[in-house]
């Protein structure tokens, strides 16, 4: 089975949707085989990896309503070992269609279940981009997930958002996915000239320790450039500084695994 990862936070703009892209790439680069799942309708993802829309033609909507198997609404991206299931604006609609719809919160888990391969080969992550909210789609992915990747601006309100993430996340564990974790904590846009950044980093690492990834994303315009030519910052430029962090940043996951894996 595939390490299931949400990367979630329902702060919008805080750096889920180019984190899931990048981290996505870093992983592929590096030899694993990635599956990206765009659960957000606004399909920030799709568009990152250069999906257009026009392209979208199986999309995370057939498999959470519809309960089409994955193998038919992956897609491969430019980057070998990734591949993507697009999403699509209808959804928005997901709560109301499904009702009180059968295993309503678990139909992204059965589907990863069910189906977690490209061809023959197995994913060994799975990451998926939750929508800026704590809805069902969300619900849905914390449900399918191993753990919960967080991504953090180091903003003045950012601990704050941070204990109301971990409320849920405990509510999940709780009830409808008693294995679920917190993966990690990883600090984006990191601006060293900023005091601010540099405060509120402290206190995030004194709250949450070793739960924070040492690897920090700094603000890096070619990051925020890249989606725009439909490509990760990887692809983009290799040498920038926020495309080598989230390379570091790959790493550290995957060494983080392994010693989970170790000590399981
Ligand atoms: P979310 O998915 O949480 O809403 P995004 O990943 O879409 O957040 O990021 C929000 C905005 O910040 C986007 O315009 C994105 O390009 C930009 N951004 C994200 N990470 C960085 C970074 N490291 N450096 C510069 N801009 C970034
Ligand atoms: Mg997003």
Do not use: W
């Not at 914390?142 to 003045?156: I, K, R």
């Amino acid at each position: 089975m595939p390490r299931v990862l949400a990367v979630s936070n329902q702060k919008g703009g805080v750096g889920k949707t180019t984190t899931a892209i990048n981290l996505g790439t870093a992983l592929a680069a590096v030899g694993e085989t990635v599956l990206i799942i765009d659960m957000d309708p606004q399909g920030n993802a799709s568009t990152g990896l250069g999906v257009p829309r026009s392209a979208r033609t199986t999309t995370i909507y057939d498999v959470i309503v519809d309960q089409q198997p994955i193998g038919e609404c992956a897609v491969k991206t430019s980057v070998p070992g990734l591949y993507i299931i697009p999403s699509d604006p209808d959804l928005s609609g997901v709560e109301i269609e499904l009702g009180q719809a059968d295993r309503r919160s678990y139909r992204l888990r059965d589907a990863l279940e069910h189906q977690a391969q490209v061809g023959e080969l197995a994913y060994s992550y799975v990451l998926i981009d939750c929508p800026p909210s704590l809805n069902l789609l969300t619900i849905n992915a914390m449900s399918a997930a191993d753990a919960v990747l967080v991504p953090l601006q180091c903003e003045f309100f950012a601990l704050e958002g941070l204990s109301q993430l971990m409320r849920t996340i405990d509510l999940v564990k709780g009830s409808l996915n008693p294995r679920l974790e917190l993966q990690g904590i990883v600090l984006t846009m990191f601006d060293r000239r900023n005091a601010l950044s540099g405060h509120v980093a402290r206190d995030v690492r004194s709250h949450f320790g070793e739960k924070v990834y040492d690897t920090v994303i700094p603000r890096n315009v070619r990051v925020s450039e890249a989606p725009s030519f439909g490509k990760p910052a990887l692809i983009y430029d290799l040498k920038c500084t926020g495309s080598q962090a989230y390379l570091k940043l790959a790493r550290e996951v995957v060494q983080r695994e392994k010693v989970r894996r170790a000590a399981a």
